[in-house]
C-alpha cells in the first residue's frame, strides 16, 4: 500500500507564492515518478509538474518558470514551490506518484486546496 499526504494549500493573493508538500510513505517502487496534478471546478484534472527519481523534470507551459518541483528520495518527500501565482492556478492539487513502468499515476493523495485571489 502506498499513502500520499499532502500539505500547505491555502489562500493567497495573485502575484504571492505557496509551498504544497507530499510525504510518501509505502512500496518505493511506486515512487518512481511523482508529482502534481490539479482540478479546478468544472475542468478536467491536469498535470501540473513531475520528477523522477533521478531528477528528471516536466512542467506545463502555463507553469513553467513560477513554479519548481523537488524531492528528496531519501525522506520519500516532494514539493511544489508556486511563485507568481495567478487566478487560474486556483484548483485542488493533488500529489501523485508511479512506478517508472507506469503511464499515468498509480496513487493519489486526498488533495490541498489553492485559491489565488485578492
Known amino acids: 500500500q502506498v499513502q500520499l499526504v499532502e500539505s500547505g494549500g491555502g489562500l493567497v493573493q495573485p502575484g504571492g507564492s505557496l509551498r504544497l508538500s507530499c510525504a510518501a510513505s509505502?512500496?518505493?517502487?511506486?515512487?518512481?515518478?511523482m508529482g502534481w496534478y490539479r482540478q479546478a471546478p468544472g475542468s478536467q484534472r491536469e498535470l501540473v509538474a513531475t520528477v523522477s527519481r533521478s531528477g528528471t523534470l516536466n512542467y506545463r507551459d502555463s507553469v513553467k518558470g513560477r513554479f519548481t518541483i523537488s524531492r528528496d528520495n531519501a525522506k520519500n518527500t516532494m514539493a511544489l514551490q508556486m511563485n507568481s501565482l495567478k487566478p487560474e492556478d486556483t484548483a485542488v492539487y493533488y500529489c501523485t506518484c508511479r512506478s517508472v513502468l507506469s503511464r499515468s499515476p498509480e496513487y493519489w493523495g486526498q488533495g490541498t486546496q489553492v485559491t489565488v485571489s485578492s
Open positions: 509505502g512500496r518505493s517502487t511506486s515512487f518512481g515518478v
